[in-house]
């Protein structure tokens, strides 16, 4: 028998990105691919891409510059790319870098299997398709293998809104929900395998609205209480939300559902309400403080993250200011910015861009504020009580770690937890990126 094929799949981009990974390894898998973290001693390199930002797409085009040569040394490899950059590149992918066999699009993947025995035969393999069936569907079943205790489960696919900077509408196609059933079923295999924390993923998981039994339009809310009845299933997070969809429903999971924790990312990406005109949001920096007033009113220990834009074109230092105004006032626990990076084919790369230097300026002054918020928070955290559920051993011998209901990390020192457990812990200490707990 000859020995089994390699696969070393390089994920980069959102968590939506590091599911599909893992469900193309589990088709690959199927095929006889075995994983392997080395990319020197593969068959077959997968990169599944992310087109978000110019920096995530150029990335891509180095890495591949760096494993072409291994194709000499193994003249069986085959490269793949999948994800965003494949959907929005296609078949310009294998010009600028002849190394690359196959082109995958994030919503073909169930034909993968297919694309791999051509690439074998010694074609090439493209496919940037939006198909009518859903990929999840016809992808290989997965298989029944021990979990780490937290997984991430995508509900829903694409996105509608059409932000005016964002790929993500035209590299993962059009807003589509999973059946409910799928999902609850594919929950409990996960629970079976040792899952104890699931986050459900969708570019707009609040919009959520799919078919439950009986043909019931289920809500994200309805999917929450839905999967809160599995036994041994024990925490329950979503992201990303958009502002505009935190029904009322599911505020009132967030007050009454216990599995669901007390943290909620929520991207604003400007405080001004210009920019957000221009930017397409439709929402104002008022609506979405009103939201988080709700959020808050509903769960008042919630730790709230999102998102931020600095150096949208035509954004002035008054527009930038109301930003910051926003940050001062909701202070989140958590938040990314990034500076603005034109899209080809988005509406805002149409438009003239602002002074780089005036953009990297408003970005390092904005991650100071966030940085700010966020050291507080975690030093507001020395003497509370958190549950923790322990995800792995930690680097000092007897040291566990694992996150909290509020997502802090936090290493627990001392104590016998093991990996799947949920700790009361007791909060000491508030490093740089983490928190550091005593078992209670
Ligand atoms: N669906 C999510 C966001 C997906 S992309 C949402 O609506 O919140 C993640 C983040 O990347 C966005 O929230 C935004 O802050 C950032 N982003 C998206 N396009 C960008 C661009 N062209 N330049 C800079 N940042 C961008
Ligand atoms: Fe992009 Fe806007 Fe859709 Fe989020 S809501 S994925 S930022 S278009
Ligand atoms: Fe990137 Fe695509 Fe996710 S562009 S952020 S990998 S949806």
């Known amino acids: 028998m000859s020995a089994p094929k390699k696969l070393f799949i390089k994920t980069y981009g959102c968590q939506m990105n590091v599911y599909d990974s893992e469900r193309m390894a589990e088709t ?9 973290d080395r990319a020197d001693d593969a068959d077959m390199i997968l990169l599944n891409t992310c087109h978000i930002r110019e920096k995530a797409a150029e990335k ?6 760096r494993l072409k040569p291994l194709k000499a040394a193994n003249p069986d490899l085959k490269i793949g790319v999948a994800g965003c950059v ?25 034909r993968l299997g297919q694309m791999e025995a051509e690439v074998r035969a010694g074609r090439s393999a493209l496919d940037t398709d939006f198909p009518a069936e859903d990929k999840f569907d016809h992808l290989a079943a997965r298989p029944k293998a021990a979990r780490a205790p937290a997984a991430f489960l995508t509900v829903q696919e694409g996105c509608d809104k059409f932000c005016a900077f964002c790929v993500v509408p035209y590299t993962r196609g059009a807003e589509v929900s999973r059946p409910v059933n799928r999902i609850l079923d594919e929950a409990r295999d996960l629970v079976e395998r040792g ?7 969708g570019q707009n998981v609040n919009a959520y609205h799919g078919e439950g039994p009986a043909g019931r339009d289920y809500s994200l809310a309805a999917l929450i209480w839905a999967l809160a009845e599995i036994d041994g299933l024990e925490r329950i997070r979503f992201t990303t939300s958009h502002p505009n969809d935190m029904t009322d429903d599911l505020l009132e999971a967030h007050a009454n559902c216990a599995k669901l924790m007390p943290y909620l990312h929520l991207p604003v990406q400007s405080g001004s309400d210009y920019i957000l005109k221009r930017m397409n949001r439709s929402h104002t920096a008022e609506s979405y403080l009103r939201v988080i007033d709700r959020i808050r ?9 999102g ?20 940050i001062e006032e909701v202070k989140y626990g958590y938040a990314y910015s990034f500076k603005y990076s034109t899209r080809p084919g988005t509406p805002a790369a149409e438009r003239g861009q602002i002074d780089p230097a005036a953009a990297d300026d408003r970005l390092q002054r904005i991650q100071a504020l966030i940085t700010r918020h966020q050291q507080q928070i975690q030093t ?12 792995k051993p930690g680097r000092l011998p007897g040291q566990m770690v694992g996150k909290s209901e509020y997502l802090h990390a ?3 020192d001392g104590g016998q937890a093991k990996v799947g457990d949920i700790v009361p812990v007791r909060i000491v200490q508030a490093k740089a990126n983490s928190l550091a707990g005593r078992p209670i």
């Open 28 to 36: 690959l898998g199927a095929q006889g691919y075995v994983a392997t």
């Open 60 to 65: 891509v085009y180095s890495e591949l510059g």
């Open 86 to 110: 494949a959907q929005a590149e296609g078949a310009e992918i294998m010009r600028r870098q002849p190394a690359v066999d196959l082109v995958v699009g994030p919503q073909s993947y169930h």
């Open 195 to 201: 899952v104890r924390e699931i986050t459900l993923l």
């Open 297 to 305: 009113a509903a769960r008042p220990d919630i730790v709230l993250s």
């Open 307 to 326: 998102d931020f834009i600095v150096g949208f074109p035509e954004e002035t230092e008054a527009h930038f200011q109301a930003t910051l105004d926003l």
């Open 380 to 391: 507001d955290m020395v003497g509370c009580e958190v549950r923790v559920l322990v995800e």
């Open 410 to 412: 936090v290493h627990i």
